[in-house]
């Protein structure tokens, strides 16, 4: 049988968390929640949350990880044996599957998007109709879905130093690179000034308990807490690495790419007169004209497409991951196998997705699409289910001892991070999960 992996060094496994959590959730979904929930007023309450309700967690499941040495299944099974906490595993595993099988859609667009930059074909007066295009012609986006996912398969299956780590060692600072150039371009249009006070000028009239609520589920969306993702990777990682400095470096790097996805975006934004509070659609409908209207726009087109296809599968890598993990279990030598078995169902479960917006656009679930309905299972419902579950576990279950050895830090950080994951945490979940259901209600 071969030997379990562990990442080659501290910086490897903080560069390959770091990319789990800044994907779709910073570059994309971070603009626009910033756009429509009042500009500065939420990054500062997106930067509370992260540290004060999203980190707490995220170092649960560092802790579970590490202690387990295992994929989540059987992490739950060494820590608590006899006792149904396995199926906070098998939870990940499911949503794994899912969040991946929306996720490569949106990397298949991605990819539409960046060839047509390359081949010169985003020359168009109408980005909104092109997208609609795109987004409609099953041929093209399945066959982009499955080139994402074949790219997310080859990574996995190289195993966590010869694949997820060495992609990750050249992805995330290359999106660095990117993201500062881009950001330099946009800083230095006329009126750009506009968006970076719009980003860090607070306007505290637009303070109210609806926009910390968004905040903070923005907070564990774009930490990817709550399906394991993390707790999978801490599992490979050496008993010397310090949990507590690694779980601050990535939620210090997710709150600094989502604050320079805001620089790329808003200075440009306002600099053309344009509204920053267009939805979803920034990214592929408002930027894409946005470049076309800058001098060399083409080739910053291109950088930002480079960039967002990084940042999307370094996100997959450790969604796959946390299937494969708990698919092979112990048997290391299936690895690649396993990869290539569940890449190939993640696309089949996948294809409705890709589809509800062209030929199944009419067919609904709860009034939502396809598509629509498992990002909302998976960032409504199982994330917050998933993130609850790991603090109680991480809170109640594990003694002080379990957890003080493990942390190895000074006994009053110890005793801050045990109270917020005991109490803060799951308050603030709960909170956010029955505001949601009262919204749905009413």
């Known amino acids: 049988m071969a030997p379990r992996e562990q990442w080659t060094s501290k910086l490897g496994f903080i560069l390959a968390a770091a990319g789990s959590a800044i994907g779709l959730g910073a570059i994309w979904k971070f603009p626009y929640m910033v756009g429509t929930n009042g500009g500065s007023v939420f990054v500062l309450l997106f930067i509370i949350s992260t540290i004060g309700i999203g980190l707490p967690i995220l170092l649960a499941e560092f802790v579970i990880g590490r202690m387990g040495q295992s994929d989540a299944v059987t992490a739950f ?3 608590a044996p006899g006792k ?8 990940g595993f499911a949503f794994g599957f899912i969040v991946l099988s929306f996720y490569s859609v949106v990397g298949g667009w991605i990819l539409s998007y960046l060839v047509r930059a390359l081949t010169f074909q985003l020359d168009v007066a109408d980005f909104g109709a092109l997208f ?19 790219l997310t398969i080859w990574i996995v299956q190289g195993g966590i130093k010869a694949g997820i780590e060495r992609a990750s060692r050249w992805m995330m600072p290359l999106l660095f690179i990117f993201f500062i150039i881009l950001a330099i371009r946009s800083l230095t249009l006329d009126g750009a000034m506009e968006g970076v006070r719009f980003l860090f000028v607070p306007d505290w009239s637009l303070l109210t308990g609806g926009t910390f609520l968004v905040a903070l589920g923005q907070a564990f969306f774009s ?3 709550g399906v394991t993702a993390m707790m999978t990777y801490a599992s490979y990682l050496s008993k010397d690495e310090q949990l507590g400095q690694s779980a601050l470096s990535v939620s210090i790097l997710n709150i600094v790419i989502s604050i320079l996805a805001g620089l790329v975006i808003f200075p440009a934004v306002f600099a053309l007169g344009l ?4 939805g979803p659609g920034l990214i592929f409908i408002i930027l894409p004209a946005i470049f076309g209207q800058i001098p060399f726009g083409g080739f910053f087109m291109i950088l930002f497409f480079i960039l967002m296809l990084f940042a999307t599968l370094t996100s997959s890598m450790s969604m796959l991951e946390i299937v494969v993990s ?4 112990a048997k290391y030598d299936r690895r690649k196998r396993a990869a290539w078995v569940f890449g190939a169902l993640i696309f089949i479960i996948g294809i409705p997705s890709a589809l509800s917006f062209g030929v199944l656009s009419e067919f ?24 609850l579950a790991i603090s109680i576990f991480a809170g109640f279950v594990l003694t002080n001892k379990q957890t003080t050895d493990e942390l190895n830090t000074h006994p009053l950080i110890h005793s801050v991070w045990k109270f917020l994951v005991k109490y803060a945490a799951p308050a603030a979940i709960i909170i956010i999960f029955v505001t949601w259901i009262f919204e749905i209600l009413s």
């Open 132 to 150: 609609a295009s795109i987004t409609a012609n099953p041929l093209e986006i399945l066959l982009a879905q499955a080139v994402f996912l074949l």
């Open 84 to 91: 149904k906490w396995p199926i906070i595993g098998w939870l």
């Open 364 to 387: 609904t679930i709860f009034g939502d699409t396809i598509f629509d309905f498992a990002d909302l299972l998976t960032s409504r419902i199982g994330m917050p289910i998933g993130a």
């Open 275 to 278: 509204s920053p509070a267009e």
């Open 223 to 225: 930490l990817s807490v």
């Open 77 to 79: 099974k060494r820590l």
């Open 326 to 329: 708990t698919g092979i279990r």
